[in-house]
């Protein structure tokens, strides 16, 4: 009887334990796809950036709550170097995708570095989330 009521507390609990930590939950629930961004291009040619918080599961991008990103790079002239909501492709969209148009300013293996702030939301949490991305673009 003893062993029984254990196993129904265990099993009840089970939930709580995995709602206990939306922090950890959060960190799992996207990714950051870069996805469309020119890759190869020869000096002084013109390139995109793109950089998309992508759902994983039931979650969204707060459309309210604060989103940054800071853009920096050696090599490529960023026409950007801060973004937020209304920079977005679509600036309602719970996924938001953007694009960031650069000149290919020297020749090498450059890398475009962002920085993302925004808050990642499910029913049950919102927790904020910090990113640090790279971005390789090789320059002939």
Known sequence: MIRALVAVALVAAAPLARAADPAAEAAQSYRIDTQGTT????AGGKGTLVLAIVPLS????????????????????????????????????????????????AAGKQVAKAK?????CSDQWCVKQTRDVAVPVNVK
């Open 116 to 120: 993302l702030d925004f808050f990642i």
């Open 58 to 105: 039931k979650v969204h991008v707060h459309p309210q709550a604060p989103l940054k990103i800071t853009l920096e790079a050696q090599g490529l002239t960023l026409e950007r170097t801060s973004l937020g909501h209304k920079d977005a492709v679509d600036p309602k969209s719970e996924a938001p995708r953007f694009e960031v148009p650069f000149l290919a300013a």
């Open 39 to 42: 890759s190869d291009l020869k």
